[in-house]
């Protein structure tokens, strides 16, 4: 795919993933809307890429209907790279259920709305992609 010249936003952009897909998209050419909950470190990475006009905008996902606000301060994008999320493995018994609402939020909600309303949009003009990063441990049963 050719990215050059694209608007891709990417979640989770400050976590360890999450830097290395900037530094892959930002190489090929992308413009970068970055996003996760801590402002100065996505400062800072998007001076650390190459190109220029890449963008930050802090959001916390786990807060209701902060996916939604994203995606309207973010803008016009052409690609969303779904990479947030919050551990969510242990013990049931041990998670409030602040934290199940929290990570189910980040983890499946907020991809989920976010798709949604990017997709008429992307339909109507004939283009868009959606890449949605997933933990191998959501495949796998373990105890705890």
Same mark, same amino acid.
């Given at each position: ?6 608007? &891709? +936003? @990417?979640?989770? =952009? ?9 530094? !892959? *998209?930002? $190489?090929? #050419? ?38 939604? &606000? +994203? @995606?309207?301060? =973010? ?9 947030? !999320? *919050?551990? $969510?493995? #242990? ?54």
């Amino acid at each position: 795919m050719d990215l050059d010249g694209k608007t &891709v +936003l @990417l979640t989770g =952009a400050t976590g360890g993933l999450g830097r290395a897909i900037a530094k !892959a *998209l930002a $190489a090929r #050419g992308a413009n970068l809307v970055l996003s996760s909950r801590k402002p100065e470190e996505l400062e800072q990475l998007a001076r650390s890429l190459p190109g220029a006009g890449h963008a930050t905008v802090a959001c916390d996902l786990a807060e209701e209907g902060a996916a939604l &606000v +994203l @995606l309207e301060k =973010a803008g016009e994008i052409d690609v969303l790279v779904a990479n947030a !999320a *919050l551990p $969510a493995s #242990g013990r049931l018994e041990s998670f409030s259920q602040d934290e199940i609402g929290r990570a189910l939020r980040v983890n499946l909600e907020s991809p989920v709305r976010m798709t949604r309303a990017l997709l008429p949009g992307w339909q109507q003009r004939g283009s868009g992609h959606f890449v949605f990063v997933s933990s191998m441990s959501g495949f796998v049963s373990l105890p705890r």
